[in-house]
């Protein structure tokens, strides 16, 4: 499996401030993604990270909201832009630890969120 | 599209007791593959077990097994003489294969609580 990491673990924020969250992975791996998960609810996919590409955004997520960034094949960012309360969750990254050849889905510990 | 239902949201057992987890699944796909996650008070996310759509013979962990059933599109988890260190919410999450598409769908989840 990979090692993911992820900063910060958590923080509080005001409204109407961005945050950007980094995930780091200890080996290349080709697919990063980005999950929110709401107090008290399940994981719902952001958006596909996509090294040298735009990022692909599910419904109900957009990219001025939800900016990502994925220089390379170890390292991604997600920015939560004018925070709202409704902000508040934790989010996860996620890795496919094999290039291509593999369903398998890691977790980063998660960054929790709170928007004041 | 595709769907997972964990249709029991809390369960609560006493310690050495088994538990069955239900997952159903929804999808289009002859390929696809399903996951099961478990997410301690923590927060973080961790792997289970993975199985694809063709492998339909069950699989035993240790104390962990699940039953595949393609006829009911069923993946279901039990846990046998539970402990109090089961006790997290576990999550089912379904992957469609096609191109490079590895994005999961979850579940709720299912709240266990094992009492000592």
């Known amino acids: 499996s990979a090692v993911i990491s992820q900063k910060p673990s958590r923080d509080i924020c005001q409204r109407g401030t961005s945050l950007t969250i980094q995930c780091q992975v200890d080996?290349?791996?080709?697919?990063m993604f980005w999950y929110r998960q709401q107090p008290g609810q399940s994981l719902t996919l952001i958006a596909t990270?996509?090294?040298?590409?735009?990022?692909?955004?599910e419904s109900g997520f957009v990219i001025d909201k939800f900016p990502i960034s994925r220089p390379n094949l170890t390292f991604s960012t997600l920015t939560v832009s004018n925070m709202s309360p409704e902000d508040s969750s934790i989010y996860l990254c996620?890795?496919?630890?094999?290039?291509?050849?593999?369903?398998?889905?890691?977790f980063g510990p998660g960054t929790r969120l709170t928007v004041t | 599209a595709q769907k997972v239902t964990q249709a029991q949201t809390e369960i609560s057992v006493v310690e050495k007791e088994d538990v069955t987890l239900d997952c159903v699944y929804e999808?289009?796909?002859?390929?696809?593959?399903l996951f099961w996650y478990k997410q301690p008070p923590s927060g973080e996310l961790v792997f289970l077990i993975r199985?694809?759509?063709?492998?339909?013979q069950n699989e035993i962990s240790g104390r962990y097994s699940w039953n595949f059933q393609k006829s009911t599109s069923s993946f279901n988890f039990t846990i046998t003489a539970s402990q109090v260190v089961d006790s997290a919410v576990y999550f089912c999450?379904?992957?469609?294969?096609?191109?490079?598409?590895?994005?999961?769908?979850f579940g709720k989840g299912t709240l266990l609580t094992v009492n000592p």
């Open positions: 996620s890795v496919s630890p094999k290039l291509g050849s593999s369903y398998e889905q890691y």
């Open positions: 080996s290349q791996v080709t697919m």
């Open positions: 990270a996509n090294q040298g590409s735009e990022a692909t955004y």
């Open positions: 999808t289009r796909d002859t390929t696809y593959y």
């Open positions: 199985r694809n759509s063709f492998d339909e």
């Open positions: 999450a379904l992957s469609e294969s096609g191109g490079s598409n590895y994005k999961l769908t």
